[in-house]
Structure formats: structure tokens, C-alpha cells
């Protein structure tokens, strides 16, 4: 039996876009749009709405800035049956004032992705987000890599000040296994109560998908996947998976299925993501997956001895 | 801490060789006995011992018949400092005749694959393996489509009628999910007393390393695994994950890296294995791969939902 609480975002634009700094085609973004509204998933995230004096709009494509008139073409003329838009802020790179109010906005969700030590930023990023009227998520990232006793005091300063609909727990090195994803759901149930749990997991050692099980197993009802898992190195959990394994009988998995074959699979020719040993020895030994897509791109990109070496090294 | 207990058997060339009819070179199956000794893998697992009367020598490779003297070409002058030799012998396809006694053999353990239809015939070729003075285990194959009411009695049966090492729970369709694990280990263990359950996954849905996992925490200990999970249609649980995640430091992973590249990456010329749509369908239906397998030949292979669709009558 289905979960109805459970809400599966997909963030193939948003996360894909850190795989190829964002260039996606117009068509590309309308093609994955249209099959999440067509598969009623709940919502779908376009981008981030990062701002231009913090990063350059020379070296990223229009999905890492979200102009609001990009959105619209985006959207325009496809049926929508209620699937929420979203974007991502993230904390170190975004500002509060670059949001429109939300009645002039086709934008439904603001969420903000942060690291722990930003969190102030993070909070003030997500009151003024509300305050324009959005739904908001806090997304802690690279959760492997933080501390509790700086974890800790973050999460309860999260329940203290804001009214985050959901924070999530965001693996960004795939390097999480089931029981740390049972240690870190049951660490924000307790500090943030009455706050769902969401959970984002990087698929480096093919535990993206079984780890999203785990999570909702265990409580989390904010569930983040990808079209045929694309996203940075070894991309996402699949939205296809997820939506055969819920089976909440109003997704349609046919349109996710078109979209691969249409629009998906001929990014393979631009973009590489998906298992592969680099990004498995990275998630493997908890280190982000900068080195891994940098030596993919080498001339030693299968020399996978001396890459696990060298990253023993950092891990040390 | 690692469970000393568990014990990996590798099985690249007896699973792979259900994608490639066994046809493998023998360089192939040299380098993966290598990497395989050199890593301290428990077990690695050359092929079938199938019987010529039974299966054609015109349509399958060397690998499905793994003769005395094959085998001994196979490990001629590689160093082992303590990986065991496994074949296997399917119940509808091999004769206990074919065994040596196992002081002629370099083998040391016969694994018998059977379906619940044929559990009186894996029996009796245990009982003889075991006669001729072999380890064994019983691998029930197709797990996810038998009834509890078959199932069960012959799980009873193998009890009183067998002495094997371990009895397997086999996804051979890549279908169960997390709690399916833990249903099917928890039932090995009350009606096999004293058995060793293991566990071989295949990765249809992108599970096999979880599901392995899943496994392990509810005690199973003996765990299979491929080398960069080649293996029939999506393939198995890699054996490079399995070896991050167990922590035994008798295990070298560098071996197991310098064989994908050298030996398996090159394999990716002739035999399509891994995570593909019609696959996820399949295991997601719970259907067998041959289905999957076929489509992918055709030039209907990129028509994922004509394939759903035609999946989704044969489930009903």
C-alpha cells in the first residue's frame, strides 16, 4: 500500500545542471517539464536561482540563474495538473533580494541548499523566501562530511528560526549506506520535530536508489530523483525506480519512459554521468567528486589504481 | 568492524557467461582468477559443469562445461594463496557422473542451481558432489516468483536430505526490494537450522549491492558478487562495492580495479550489461530478462513504453 504523504520531487535540470554548468536546451527543459507534469509527479525543479554578482553568467547557462522570464518560456503551454515548480538557492551563492514576490512568480518552492557552516545565511535566505510568500525546504549538503556537535546545533537552530516545510538530508558523495541513513533521519526527526525529512542521495557506489528506500522506510516523505538518474558524476536516484516502487497509483510512468528516450539519452553524447570506477572509489572513501570528474576527463581516466592511490592519500 | 564470517565468491565468469553463451577467452578467465587470488576473494566461480547431453557444445563456450583440463589452463601458474575453486551445475542441465572425485579436481566446491520444480534433483546432485568429496551449496534460483507453499517444503527438504554449506536466496529476476530480503533470509534461517544463507543479486533495478547489503545485516554470509557486475542483463552486485563495504583487510581491492580495466572494460565491445530501461522493466514486473534481453537486440530497443506496455500484459 502507497504512502500518500510521500512527495517526489525531481530535480533533473537543477542537479543535471551541475554536470554541464547548466546549458540545457530550452526543448530539454520543456521535455523533462512536461513529463513530470504528465507523470503528476509532485514537483519539479528547474534550476537555481543563483545570483550573477556571485557567480558569472559567462561561465553557466541560463538554468543556474532561473530568470523568471527563462521559467516561462519554459513552461508555457504545457498542461500542468498540479506539479509544483521549484528552484534551488544556494546559501554561499545566492541572495535573498534576486526572489520576485511570489504572486509574480510561476514558482512554487524555494529550496536552499546549504553546508552547515553556512546556516545562518541559509536561514535568512528561507524567512525571506516565506515571507515572499514560497514553500521553502532547507537542504543541508554534504552531510557525510559534517560533524554532530556542529550538525546538532545547526538543526536546532533550523527548528528555532525558520518554518522550513522539509530539510533534507543531502548526500552529496554518495558515500552514505543504509544504516547512516537510518542514524541521519533519526537525527532530524529528533531535533526538528514536526519538520518532514527529506532525502537527496548520490548514486557513486549504486546505493542512490536503495538509500531513498531506506529513507522513506524509515519516515522521510520528501523524496528527490532524477530521469534515468542524470546529475553530477554518478548522477541520482532514477525517477523511473522510484515511481515502480511506490506505487501510488496517480504516477504514470509512461511519460518518464518517452522523456528518457527522447530527451535523456542523447545528453550521453555531451554529458557523461552514472556508475563509473572514479566516482565509485570517491564515494567510496567519502571525498568529494571534483577529482573524479577531473580525471574522467584525462587522459588517465582508467587508470584506476593509481586514482584509488592518490585518493587513500586525501582520505588520509 | 568487519563479521570474519562472510565469505565473497566471485562469479564474473560463471554469470557472465549467461551473457555471452561462455564463450570467453581464456586470457578473460585468467585474468579474473588473478585479480580474484590476488584480492583474497573467499571463492571465485570458473563456470558451469553442465553436461554435453544435455546442452549443445555447438551453441556454448568452454565455460559452461569447464572440463578438468580447462580449468587447469585457467589457474596453470597463478599464485593462490587461498581463493577456493567453485563451478556450478544446474539441476536440469548436469549429471553427477560428470564430477571427478575431488582429489582429481582443482575444484573445491559445486554449487547446484535448481528451481523449487527441480529440488529433487539438486538434491541428488549434492548428495553425489558432496560424496566425491566436495563443498557445496544449493542456489534457488527465480526466488521472487515461487510460492510459499512449494517453496517451503522444499526448504524442509534440503534440510533433511542435504548436508551444504549454504542454501541461496537468487533474485534472478533483479526484482525484490529491501523487506523482500529480509522475508526470504528470515525464512532460509527457521527452516534451514545450522545452514548458511547467502545471498546473489542481480541489478535490475539498480538494488544488487543494497540487497547484498540488506542481506548481510540479517545475517546472511555467503555473498555474490562480479567484477564491475557483469553478469546476465543488468548484472550482479560489483564485487568492487562489496570489498569497500565489508572492511575485511585480508581484501585488496587494487586487483579487482587493474582487472576492470584490463579485462572487463574491454568486454563492453561484445557483451551490453548493466543498468538499461527494458532491464529496469523487467525487474521491476518481475519478469524473467529474456524479454529485456531480446528488445534490446531489435531496433526496438530505445521503444521503452511499447515494451512496458508489452510487459505489462504478460504481468497480468
Known sequence: MYRPEIKVLDCTIRDGGLANDSYFKLDTVRAVYRACCEARMDYVEL????????????????????????????????PNPGTRISIMQDAHKARAEDLLPKAQSVVDMIRVATYVKDIDKAIMLENAAREKGYETTINIMSISVESDWELDPALEQLAKQTRTTACYVVDSFGSLYSEQV??????????????????????????????????IIRGANFVDSTIYGLGRAAGNCPTELLLGFLKNPKFNLRPILDCIAGAILPLQKEIEWGYLVPHM??????????????VLKSPERNNFRAFYERMLELAE
Chains 1, 2 share one sequence.
Not at 281 to 294: C, D, E, S, V, Y
Open 281 to 294: 572509489i570517491t564515494g567510496m572513501l567519502n571525498q568529494h567528486p571534483r577529482a573524479a570528474m577531473a
Open 182 to 215: 537510518d542514524y541521519f533521519v533519526a537525527k532530524y526527526q529528533r531535533l526538528l520535530p514536526g519538520c518532514t525529512v527529506g532525502v537527496h542521495f548520490h548514486n557513486n557506489q549504486q546505493l542512490a536508489f536503495a538509500n531513498t528506500i531506506q529513507g
Open 47 to 78: 534550476g537555481y536561482r543563483n545570483s550573477r554578482e556571485l557567480l558569472s553568467p559567462d561561465e553557466y547557462g541560463p538554468w543556474r540563474f532561473c530568470d523568471e522570464e527563462d521559467l516561462r518560456r519554459a513552461v508555457d503551454g504545457i
